[in-house]
């Protein structure tokens, strides 16, 4: 007794895609596999693919971090936030550093409100951010392998 | 975890940092299925509708629909299969409340999802929880097999002749989602673009089948009505209002974090007695319900926050979001933030609200860095208003409210930007 098709279930297998890719995005190559195992046509799986934020058809880095700029992080300061990133990884946002180790973007609310400014870093979430922080989990991260 | 503030009193709740979530047995202890257990032994499905019914649970996911109306319409509905969702695509900004449940207590979700399906006849269950949730998404899916291992999910549900199961469904990131027939079509694979209504979910809702669709705090309730009663629950809250309500506190408050409380707390209670008070500086205002709700000012610290008392000021309660902003914040700077949420979330599908944030989001910033003219105002009233009559969904008929309760308590404030100046230095004129 099945709910559904698990061929037919395209969201769930574009995040197993953009999963399993190193740098955190669906390739066109695995867009038109899951159209085709699933009876879609590549326009309607590419539509799906592109409406949902978490979902990327672009090569982004290693790490993506998505910082929080809805009404509590904004209140609490999400700007220095992205001051901080910004020049830390000298990047805008929307942008990835030339080595292709991080990617910085802005994201609507987290949920993590309790913990305002928060940021996520692929599926890790980091909350009560100051510029201090940032420069230690920049570090650490860049220093994982 | 997030922490929760004192409560007053615990329904929702009532096991929250109390049991380990992940581990079935915590939950049975506190007496954790007796509900579904009752359900299935004692009652026929019409008895649980009333009972439901009869409780004046309404819908805690902000639109505050009486739940046991809802599950009638379903278990009326001819047409099978029938459905049942769970919508945990919490993406209300400043809302936590139902990840603090469903990471604190999933089990109470589930029981409430069977009832539910053995009330209006479906097999079927789906909880939406949005991808950011990881955690949830993971006791969640431990929650269900340890459930179905102890037979309270599956076929045959406690040898009753029953059958439900559940399954997850992850979000991809979007706000839309969360309203009702676009999160159906998301279940479907499609874009989370919002559907035309009528028809009604309990009529045709996925896969155009009959679907009660319930918030994650209101399905947490179910249990204990059905084992303490209508009368226990409607002890609590108000007369147009029973129950309690799990509100999410955020910003310039000492204690942040998520509260139970009776319905028709009042904000300077929330704020005085539970979050601590104030950090540093003196209260300006505290928006309710979220990016998608009303700006309160002084004068509206006690009033009742339930549905009825603020829906008679029209204002909504919402989600139960409460982000509270002191004395330094700018108004014009936050009322930018919150049209530039719904700028980057509207779905586009219809016009109104598709070019309507837009043109928000620009006359905003423009007020915001000085440049703005006088009679923008009106323009910013009269575009919201448009969008609030003729927008396909809730997220472009919200605006109204933020930008019309901003003007009612800080216009002065908005027009000196105009003027070239913001009082609080927050924007760079």
Known sequence: MKLRDKEKDIIALLSKAQRENKYNYITEEKLKLIAEKAGLSYSEVYGVATFYSLFSLKQRGEYVIRVCDSGPCHLMGSKSIFEVLGEELNIKVGKTTPDGKFTLEETSCLGICDEAPAMMVNEEVYGNLTPQKIKEILKRLGERK | ?429
């Open chain 2, 1 to 429: 975890m997030i922490k929760e503030l004192k409560s007053p009193l615990r329904i929702v709740l009532e096991n929250y940092g109390k049991i380990n979530p992940e581990i079935i047995e915590e939950y049975i202890a506190q007496g954790g299925y007796k509900a579904v257990d009752k359900v299935l032994r004692e009652m026929n499905p019409i008895e649980v509708v009333s009972k439901i019914k009869a409780s004046g649970l309404q819908g805690r996911g902000g639109a505050a629909f009486p739940t046991g109306l809802k599950w009638e319409f379903t278990a009326k509905a001819e047409d099978t299969p029938k459905y049942i969702i769970c919508n945990a695509d919490e993406g209300e900004p400043g809302t936590f409340k139902d990840r603090a449940i469903l990471e604190g207590d999933p089990h109470k979700i589930i029981e409430g999802m069977i009832i539910a399906g053995y009330a209006v006849g479906a097999h079927y269950g789906y909880i939406y929880i949005r991808g950011e949730y990881l955690l949830s998404i993971n006791r969640f899916q431990k929650a269900i097999e340890q459930a179905e291992e102890h037979g309270f999910l599956g076929e045959d549900i406690l040898g009753s002749g029953f059958n439900f199961q559940i399954e997850i469904h992850q979000g991809a990131g979007s706000y839309v989602c969360g309203e009702e027939t676009a999160l159906m079509d998301s279940i479907e694979g499609k874009r989370g673009n919002p559907r035309y209504k009528p028809p009604f979910p309990p009529s045709s809702g996925l896969w155009k089948k009959p679907t009660v669709i319930n918030n994650v705090e209101t399905l947490a309730n179910i249990a204990p009505i059905i084992l303490k009663g209508t009368d226990w629950f409607r002890s609590f809250g108000t007369k147009e209002c029973p129950g309690t309500k799990v509100y999410a506190i955020s910003g310039h408050v000492k204690e942040v974090g998520v509260i139970e409380a009776p319905m028709g707390i009042t904000l300077r209670e929330i704020i005085t007695e539970y979050a601590g008070g104030m950090r540093q500086d003196k209260f300006k205002m505290a928006q309710v319900g979220g990016t998608a709700g009303a700006i309160l000012g002084e004068d509206m610290l006690d009033v009742p926050l339930d549905y009825a008392s603020l829906g008679k000021k029209g204002l909504v309660l919402g989600s139960g979001a409460i982000l509270v902003m002191d004395e330094t914040t700018c108004c014009v700077d936050m009322l930018k933030c919150f049209l530039n949420f719904f700028r980057r979330e509207s779905c586009g599908k219809c016009i109104p609200c598709r070019i309507g944030t837009e043109k928000l989001l620009e006359l905003t910033t423009s007020i915001s860095q000085g440049e703005g003219k006088e009679d923008d105002i009106d323009l910013m009233l009269q575009t919201a208003k448009v969008m609030q009559k003729t927008s396909l969904c809730a997220l472009g008929q919200s605006p109204i409210l933020p930008i019309s309760t901003v003007l009612k308590y800080f216009k002065e404030e908005v027009v000196e930007h105009i003027k070239g100046r913001c009082p609080t230095g927050v924007c760079k004129i």
